[in-house]
C-alpha cells in the first residue's frame, strides 16, 4: 500500500482549498491509482507561520503498479496541473502531495525521500493515517501510527481539527 498526504492553503482557478484536493485525487484516479481509502479533512495552522492561511490536508491509501519514481513524476505534474508555483519552503501553496510511505519502501535520491523524512512528526499526516489505517507502521522507526500520535508535542495534538466536510470526486 502507498500512503499519499494531500493539502492545501491558498484558492487556485478551480475554487477553494477542498476543490484543490479534489482536483488532486481526481488526476490522481485519470493515472491509473486505485484509492482504497480517503480521509476526512482536517486543518492546521500554517507551520511555521500561524499567520499564513491555514492548511486543508487529507491522507490517501491507494494502490499502484508504477514505480515510486514513476508515482513522484505524476505527482509533480498534478500539482503544477492545478497551479502550483515550487516558491520558498513552508511558503503557501494551492497544492502539495507528498507520498509518506511507499509500500515499505526506504530510499534517498536527490528528487525523493521514503518513507517521508518529517511525516512521523506532522499532525496533519499522523491524523489522517491513523482514520484510515490504524495499524500501519512507519518503515523506519518500526512504531505504530498511535505511538506516534502520541509522541507529538501537547500543541500538536490540539491545534488540529477533523471537519465534517467529505471528499467530492
Request: aromatic share 6%; proline share 5%.
Amino acid at each position: 500500500m502507498i500512503h499519499l498526504n494531500i493539502g492545501s492553503n491558498l484558492i487556485s482557478k478551480y475554487g477553494s482549498r477542498f476543490e484543490n484536493i479534489s482536483i488532486a485525487i481526481k488526476l490522481l484516479r485519470n493515472n491509473n491509482l486505485k484509492i482504497k481509502r480517503i480521509s476526512s479533512f482536517y486543518e492546521t495552522p500554517s507551520y511555521p507561520n500561524k499567520n499564513l492561511p491555514k492548511f486543508v490536508n487529507l491522507g490517501l491509501l491507494i494502490e499502484s503498479d508504477l514505480k515510486n519514481t514513476q508515482l513522484i513524476k505524476q505527482i509533480l505534474l498534478i500539482e503544477k496541473k492545478i497551479g502550483r508555483v515550487k516558491s520558498e519552503k513552508n511558503e503557501p501553496r494551492v497544492c502539495d502531495i507528498d507520498i509518506i510511505d511507499f509500500k515499505g519502501l526506504v530510499t534517498k535520491t536527490k528528487s525523493l525521500e521514503l518513507p517521508h523524512p518529517r511525516g512521523h512528526m506532522r499532525n496533519f499526516v499522523l491524523y489522517p493515517i491513523k482514520e484510515i489505517d490504524p495499524d500501519w507502521i512507519h518503515p523506519i522507526l518500526k512504531k505504530n501510527v498511535g505511538i506516534l500520535i502520541n509522541e507529538l508535542s501537547q500543541n500538536s495534538r490540539i491545534e488540529i481539527t477533523r471537519l465534517n466536510k467529505s471528499v467530492i470526486i
